[in-house]
């Protein structure tokens, strides 16, 4: 029987996971793993306290007490690693599921694919449950993860997902009506963001995530820039996004990176590329960082 853990993650959300939890934990997946990253209302002793070990011998807790930020990427990535399962299942704090959703995912799953909440009727997909998905731990480990220098709310997932898909994981879906989120806005979502101005951060994310397809091939995960590399990058978007929203007139000189790759081509034979790149950060037409 194919293992699944549920994989969620909190930082100042209890009041969704007392809400959430529970329907997980009543689905009796082989895993429930609760990863309190630094939670203000100690929400990692709210679940010890309420699902014993006795009781509840798949539910694990995971703390992170050295970060006074948020980042979900490392909070999934620690979540995955303290798993033992198969398949990884990442939910939002904020996301409830309805009965019969493990069993529907133990009937159905197929190992070639990762998977999604069907779209809406329009076409489109349910923002507020765009982060749920599964994926077998082989690949999920194959592609390194989610990448931890995104920080706060959004850019980790659809990263994710744009790898998985170069690496020619097709996507499926289970249905729409297994999951859907409790509503509250966005002040939620950015309540420990290091950018405060949603028109910032997703100027923030929209850069780093372009940058890193221009420099690194998502399909080759030898060929990703190193994390050292990626995260200088984060910062100096985020230096240079502060400088021109605190004052538009400053003049910022384009940003340099260097790479060099070694590719072996035979036991005795390498190729060795050095590339450069250069990147401006501006203000558009209109003087705004979000065009």
Partial sequence: MT???FITTCKSRLMHVQQTLPAIAAEAPDEVIFVDYG?????GDWVQAHFAEANYPGVKVVRVDDDPGFCVARARNMGAAASASEWLCFIDADVIVTPGWVAWLRKNLQPDAYWRASRLPTGKRDAQTWGTFLCPRAIFEKIGGYDDVFRGWGGEDADLYLRLGAHGIPEKNFPLEFVRAIEHGDSLRMLHDDLKDKRLHWAVIT?????????????????????????????E????????????????RPFKIDLQRDKPL?????????????FEIALGATGRLDE
């Fill in 3 to 5: 293992s699944i853990a």
């Fill in 237 to 252: 978007i985020v230096r240079r996004v502060r400088l021109l929203d605190a004052n538009p007139q400053t003049k910022l």
């Fill in 207 to 235: 850069a780093y995530r372009d940058i890193k397809l221009y420099t690194s091939n998502p399909s080759d995960k030898s060929q990703m820039l190193p994390r050292e590399t990626r995260q200088s990058i984060w910062d």
């Fill in 39 to 43: 939670c203000p209302q100690q929400s």
């Fill in 266 to 278: 035979t036991a005795e034979h390498r190729l060795r590329t050095k590339a450069s790149y250069v």
